[in-house]
């Protein structure tokens, strides 16, 4: 495996980033909680509010007793799900489904940590001691999408994208790539949007830990391909000071232009004769 440095310097050289890149790592015992350099916090945050913390530089770090959310709670495995919450009574009530059977299912099919976890750090990676479980990266959908070819490049299409458009940091971002081992996208939820105040054209993108480096590096190996010339000229300038060769950038390569290239050129070898 690549130094962790060098992974995240790199991933902030070829994606246009406004937030900082989040680690978060589930720990099992109190001792593994309280060596973790963070702040713990003393009055109940949602998990969604502290991973908007760490976008902005921030590390935190907090225990069932602070959780402030019921849904994340359950899903990071600090406490076990209810009856309720299973049967389908939960999700009807908040009004997200048409019938509680259709929440039933939902719930059932929902990835969920196994309970267990004494607590959940929260923080920019960069920031990380030893290695976290999941990688979160918030963007628009264009550098998502970068995410994604990067991922692909390397283990190809991943063809069991998990959404419903609710419990989206927690679920969708986070226990989804951790139990599944592959990279997931959510398009937030309605409670992630209303209390971290996300903007509208953000969205999240979760990466097992153990897929970071080489889903970084596919991003960099498909920059000839899919960059206009402009973006390869200023990720040549970041990636240089890392010990990148300028050279290894080619203009005039961007697949889409160079395929509207050859259509023109048949169009006047038509129109010639």
Known sequence: MTNMKDDVEKAYALLKLERRIVGVKLVYSKEEFD?????????PISYCVAVKCATLGHSIK?????????????ALGLKAPTEKFYDGTDGCNLGLYSSQTIAADVAQKMKICPVGTYGVIVKPIEKFENTPDVVLIISDSRTCMRIIQG???F??????FCLTGNQAVCVEGTVVPIMTQ???????????????KWKDTEVIVGVPYEKFSQTIEGIRLTVNAVEMDERKKEIMHKLEPLGYPRDEIKLGTTYYLKLEEEKKKRRRSKENG
């Open 151 to 153: 991922y692909s490049y």
């Open 155 to 160: 283990y190809g299409i991943q063809d069991s």
């Open 62 to 74: 907090f225990t069932a007793a602070t959780s402030g959310c019921k849904g994340s709670t359950r």
């Open 35 to 43: 060596k973790n350099d963070a702040v713990e916090v003393i009055a």
């Open 182 to 196: 592959k990279i997931n996208i959510s398009m937030f939820c309605s409670g992630t949007r209303f209390l971290a």
